[in-house]
Each structure stands twice: as C-alpha cells, then as structure tokens.
C-alpha cells in the first residue's frame, strides 16, 4: 500500500497544474519530487532532474521574451480583369448566327448598321476629355466644325460605353502648310501633359507620312502636295492617347467624321490594356499600342475600326451602304478572293509578321473590314472590342473568340471565309 501511496502522489505532481507549482519559488538545486517535470519561473523554464539520490530543479533555461516571428503571406496578385459590358458568350439568337449566315448574306449590311445605332441609341452620352487643336490655314471638312468632332467622339464613346478608354485625348487637325505647326504642337502638347519626351517619335513620323502617299504601312512614298488619312495611338507610360487628322484630302475628305471615328476606336483597343499587369505606367516602357499589336492579327487591328466607323457615322442606312466599300484590291497576291485563300488570309495570320507585311496588312481595311461587318451582324458591335479586352486579360486570339462567340475560331473563319467568298463573287 505504501508504494502504490507513493506512485499515486508522483502522478499527482507530475499532472499538476504548471501554475500551480510556479506559484511557489523555484531555484537551481532546490528540491522537487517529479522527475521530468518542467516549470516556468521568474522567466526561466526548470527541469526536475536527478542530483545523486535526490530529484532538484537544474538552472534553468532562459525564456525568450521575443515573440516568434509570423511569416508574412505572399500575396498573389489578383489576375487583371477587363471591363466588358456585355455577356459571354454573346447569344446566337439573333436574326443572323453563325449557323444561319450563309442564308442571309444580303441582311448582313443593315442587320450590322442596325445593331450599331441601336447600341448607341441605348446608351447615355459619355464624357471624354480632350482638346482639339487646328492649324491656323487648316480648313476642316467634317460637317458642322469643331461641334461636328465633339458630336461624333460622342457617338462614338457611346458605341464603346463600358469598356476602359483613355484618360484623355489630344486632337490635332493640319494640312500639309500647316505640318511643321502640327509637329510644334505635338510637341507642346507632350511637354505641358509630362509625356517622355522619348516617346514622341512616332507620333511626329506619323504626321509627315499622312502628307505622303503610303506604299506601305509607316513607310511614306512620294509627295503628294496634300495630306489625307489619320494616326492615333496610346502615349507610352501614359493612360491617355493622341489623334492626329490630315486634311486636304480632294478625293476623300472626312465630311462626316468616320475616319476620326476609325482613329478613336484604335485608342479604344489599346486601352483596354490599361491598369494590365504588365503596363504599370511608371516608366517601365509600357506601350498598350504594342501590346495590343502582340495579341490581335491584322485583319481585325485595320478590320474593326474600317469596318464600323461608317455604321456610326452615317445614321441612316442607305448613306451607310452607299459609302462602305470593300472592293478587291487588284494590286495584291495574297488572296484571289475564294473561299479557301480568304479562310487562309484570316485563319493564318500572325501578329509578329503580319505587321511587317504590307499587302497583308493593308487588306484589314477591305477584307477585314467586311468580315468585321458579318460578325456585327452576327454578335453587335461590342462583341468585337470584347476580344481585345480578352486579350488585355490574357486570352490568346483563338481562345479569346471561342469566349466571345461560343464557336471556335477555326470553325468561324472557315464559315466567314465562305460568306465573304459569296459576297465578292456578286
């Protein structure tokens, strides 16, 4: 009985609260009666050890009175997401579908015209800053002015309603005797807004090409003894971007504004890479234009904004289909306008060669223009800047289509590449 006494009471200590025996005064050598046994006191953590034939508390281990350091989560940067205002993929139940196409061809040019002042009717009046300069000997054609360049940037911020735009625009319109002033102007205008002066080049190269002719794309040619066309881009390591509209065209003057419509919808495409990962803005040489460039091929980068500037430029529908023309052009040999080249022409392009190649590149404004005119018809308008926002998340093109439009894109060029062989045959 003693010893079972004995054991019950070592059991007892060794179970014993720790506070309770830290309560009483501990020290090194002092006696304790549970082998093992561990107490903190007086900021040192004893040990009942064995000295001889006596059970004492050793000296003890210091207690570190520094907190244990909690590691810092990584953070993961959260994957950029675009703004789109519409659904994905876009419903194939329209008037016109992918399935359905080829029986409607002669509805595609007003069901796209339709789709496209319907989705500017629906939405309110967007705000865009900017300023608009003109050259003092400069004579604009576009109706009503300066008022007829705010109403059309209207019609057209309406039309992209929803998806990231520039912060702010500069608008600069000149004839060739006002060229050197254009270029003074650009250049006060990238000093007062603190753009790197690095990074004005190409927006002064563009402005004595568009008074060229252009044998290729960014290559001028001969004089022409006046300007015609356009330029726009995003200013690097900048959220805004410039325009730049040439006048003195005699055979094509921009009266009712769908070239500046064009230009914008290019600032449009490249600002959908604002606020992406990899175009931080802060001097890292971030050039949306580029990236945008890098994801789309060219048929769609000169298609888009070809293709839909006069649908919101003409607001009635016979000036529209009067004034689209997306003839062949005979002076090429990447297509001979068939079913087959054409699906070649727009399945197999890359984006880092297409840009260098000038036939190619310069059939986005025809070619490309009329198959940007089916897929309005087929999905709207916005479906097509949905793909460039796409791609500003990440998407490659194929992957991006197949999200906007629910078929793949090896199946949609096969089937626009039939619609658009039907439509130069007639």
């Avoid at 909690?70 to 993929?89: D, H, S, Y």
């Avoid at 054409?342 to 590149?361: A, F, H, K, V």
């Avoid at 018809?377 to 800047?385: L, N, V």
Wanted: aromatic residues 10%; proline residues 4%; charged residues 15%.
């Amino acid at each position: 009985m003693n010893k079972v006494k004995v054991i019950f009471m070592a059991l007892v200590l060794v179970l014993m609260p720790v506070s309770a025996i830290s309560a009483q005064k501990v020290s090194a050598g002092g006696s304790c009666k549970a082998l093992g046994q561990k107490v903190t006191y007086s900021k040192k953590v004893y040990t009942c050890v064995k000295s001889g034939k006596k059970t004492v508390w050793n000296k003890g281990v210091a207690v570190s009175s520094t907190p244990t350091a909690t590691p810092t989560p990584t953070k993961t940067a959260a994957p950029f997401v675009a703004k789109i205002p519409i659904t994905l993929p876009v419903a194939q139940t329209g008037e016109i579908t992918f399935e359905n196409v080829m029986s409607h061809i002669s509805d595609i040019p007003k069901t796209a015209w339709q789709k496209v002042q319907d989705v500017i009717a629906s939405n309110s009046a967007g705000t865009i800053k900017h300023d608009t300069y003109v050259g003092p000997n400069t004579q604009l054609t576009i109706t009503g002015g300066k008022a007829g360049i705010d109403s059309i940037l209207e019609k057209a911020t309406k039309l992209w309603a929803g998806f990231t735009m520039s912060k702010y625009y500069s608008v600069v319109y000149y004839n060739i005797t006002d060229e050197k002033w254009a270029e003074q102007k650009t250049q006060d205008i990238w000093k007062v807004n603190g753009y790197g002066s690095d990074t004005i080049g190409s927006a002064l190269n563009a402005l004595s090409i568009s008074c060229q002719s252009q044998s290729a794309p960014g290559v001028g040619g001969a004089a022409l003894g006046f300007c015609r066309g356009g330029d726009a881009g995003a200013v690097t390591n900048s959220d805004n971007s410039f325009i730049q509209m040439a006048e003195g065209d005699i055979e094509r003057p921009d009266t009712n504004g769908s070239k500046l419509v064009h230009e914008f919808t290019h600032t449009v495409q490249s600002a959908q890479w604002i606020g992406n990962a990899n175009c931080h803005n802060e001097g890292n040489n971030c050039f949306r234009t580029g990236l945008a460039h890098d994801f789309t091929p060219c048929w769609i980068n000169e298609g888009q904004p070809n293709g839909i500037n006069t649908m919101v430029a003409n607001s009635d529908f016979s000036s529209y289909f009067s004034s689209r023309s997306f003839g062949k052009d005979p002076g090429q040999n990447v297509t001979d306008y068939s079913a087959g080249s054409i699906r070649d022409y727009l399945y197999n392009q890359s984006p880092t060669t297409c840009y260098r190649n000038g036939p190619l590149y310069q059939l986005g404004f025809d070619l490309g223009a009329k198959a940007i005119e089916a897929l309005v018809a087929i999905g709207g308008p916005q479906a097509t800047m949905a793909l460039f926002a796409l791609g500003a998340e990440g998407q490659d093109f194929p992957t991006a289509f197949k999200n906007v439009y629910g078929i793949s894109w090896s199946d949609a060029s096969t089937i626009l590449s039939k619609v658009l062989a039907a439509e130069y045959s007639n």
